[in-house]
């Protein structure tokens, strides 16, 4: 998935302050895509159909953020005690503001498969080793701040290796999709 916008990044205690909210990416979805057109090898087709889907995702999206904003309003208690009665009031309001949330997330994913269905396994996996080595970057610019940050009981480290065949393969092993329950 990282090969597909999203506002969560790697940065010092991103899994312990993960903000409750949205993974979906705001207006565009594939700007590392067509930005590393070129390594990639896209073609034209490729470019112009990523283009329209990141047009169309953005239309729709701008469609339930605005109902979401209604929505949100709504549920506000400009005045008055808030009590039972009060939010026994707005508990569909509540539901219709969870369902635009769901929609969100999911509308998120939807564009984000759209898109992968255009592109060659070969096209995903060098946007991930792109990805990968962005992201390595960061974080090593960063290093002795995140450990200044974290510091004393914790260090960052690095290993020092480059991206290999080996390094992609462990972090692929990983369990994709955590059981719950």
Not at 56 to 73: D, G, L
């Amino acid at each position: 998935m990282c090969t597909v916008n999203h506002p969560v990044t790697a940065h010092a205690g991103y899994l312990i302050d993960a903000p409750m909210k949205s993974i979906a990416a705001p207006g565009f979805l594939f700007t590392r895509l067509l930005a590393h057109h070129r390594e990639l090898g896209l073609t034209c087709e490729q470019i112009m159909a990523l283009l329209d889907l990141n047009r169309e995702y953005h239309e729709r999206q701008v469609a339930i953020q605005i109902e979401f904003a209604r929505i949100t309003e709504m549920l506000e208690i400009k005045w008055g005690r808030v009590d039972e009665k009060a939010i026994a009031e707005r508990e569909q309001l509540l539901h219709r503001h969870a369902e635009l949330f769901l929609e969100h997330e999911r509308l998120f994913f939807e564009f984000a498969r759209r898109g992968h269905e255009l592109l060659t396994d070969e096209q995903i996996e060098k946007a991930e080793q792109i990805y990968h080595q962005e992201k390595d970057a960061f974080l090593k610019a960063l290093l002795s701040s995140l450990n200044r940050a974290v510091a004393p009981h914790f260090q960052f480290v690095q290993t020092g290796q480059e991206w290999s065949d080996a390094s992609i393969e462990a972090l692929r092993s990983m369990a994709r999709v955590p059981s719950f329950g």
